[in-house]
């Protein structure tokens, strides 16, 4: 559906740090601002931090806190919080095993790309969906990120859930074009396949020299589950809680195992 946005008083941005550049956000802000000043809804973004990205210089920070006021109109605000709890943040390092290599990565894509060749001819016009062509980049993402063990969960568990969940959800977009909407219900027909071939495909991956260099647990996963212990063990009978935040929804149920 459409919205006029002169019928809009009030638009309301979460993680407003991430309207740059052509984001859906931005790219919304400038549209309400080719309105006339009367006729301009008021804009309220909402941010735990102001800038987008790895903060490489001081002069980026301001540089990119200058171009979100001008962009939302608005002026930066951050309320004192009286009595709340001193937050602490602590830079944590680890060291970066054979899988952080471009090396790597090109060896691992272009075995993978192998594979998915072979289930892209069994599955037909069914693996036309851009979802399954960006498979491999995922898989490295999960060997990279977590692991060989992580992978195997992936891959074995993850995989056609995940498609199956993304094909329902465009099933209800009404405006989906029509021969991407023949490719999604392709594709949901021929899960059960996609299923026995990616277990066929692992079987014969963990052969391969690039995943066999790959550690069984990444660095970054180990040095998490020692921040986690910690935590835990400090906590007392009380326990502890925490956010683990993710680059790629890939790597939540392989982690969360």
Same mark, same amino acid.
């Given at each position: 559906g459409f919205l006029d946005p002169k019928k809009v008083s009030l638009v #309301?941005?979460?993680?407003?740090?991430?309207?740059?550049?052509?984001?859906?956000?931005? +790219?919304? #802000?400038? #549209?309400?601002?080719?309105?006339?000043? +009367?006729?301009?809804p008021r804009i309220l973004g909402l941010t735990a931090s102001f800038y987008a990205g790895k903060l490489k210089r001081k002069?980026?920070? +301001?540089?990119?806190?200058? +171009?979100?006021e001008l962009l939302l109109d608005a002026s930066l605000f951050c309320p004192d919080v009286p009595n709340g709890k001193q937050q602490e943040f602590k830079h944590v390092t680890w060291s970066e095993d054979v899988t952080s290599s471009e090396a790597f990565e090109a060896a691992f894509l272009k075995? =993978?790309?192998?594979?998915?060749?072979?289930?892209?001819?069994?599955?037909?016009?069914?693996?036309?969906m851009k979802d399954f062509r960006r498979l491999g980049?995922?898989?490295?993402?999960?060997?990279?990120?977590?692991?060989?063990?992580?992978?195997?969960?992936?891959?074995?568990k993850c995989v056609v859930r995940q498609l199956k969940q993304h094909c329902e959800e465009l099933q209800q977009i009404?405006?989906?074009?029509v021969e991407e909407r023949s490719?999604?219900?392709?594709?949901l027909q021929k899960l059960p396949l996609l299923q026995e071939l990616t277990s066929q495909f692992y079987s014969h991956f963990t052969t391969r020299p690039c995943l066999t260099r790959a550690p069984k647990i990444s660095a970054k996963v180990e040095k998490l589950s020692h921040i986690i212990l910690k935590e835990q063990d400090e906590g007392g009978?009380?326990?502890?809680?925490?956010? =683990?935040? =993710?680059?790629? =929804?890939?790597?939540?149920?392989?982690?969360a195992v």
């Open positions: #309301i941005l979460d993680e407003c740090h991430q309207a740059t550049g052509r984001h859906p956000m931005a +790219e919304t #802000i400038r #549209i309400v601002k080719k309105l006339e000043q +009367e006729l301009r002069r980026d920070s +301001e540089e990119g806190r200058l +171009e979100l075995e =993978v790309q192998e594979g998915l060749d072979t289930m892209a001819e069994k599955l037909g016009d069914a693996a036309e980049m995922r898989m490295h993402h999960v060997v990279q990120q977590l692991g060989q063990q992580s992978l195997e969960v992936y891959v074995k009404q405006q989906l074009p490719n999604v219900e392709k594709l009978t009380g326990g502890s809680k925490g956010i =683990v935040f =993710v680059e790629q =929804v890939c790597v939540t149920e392989p982690l």
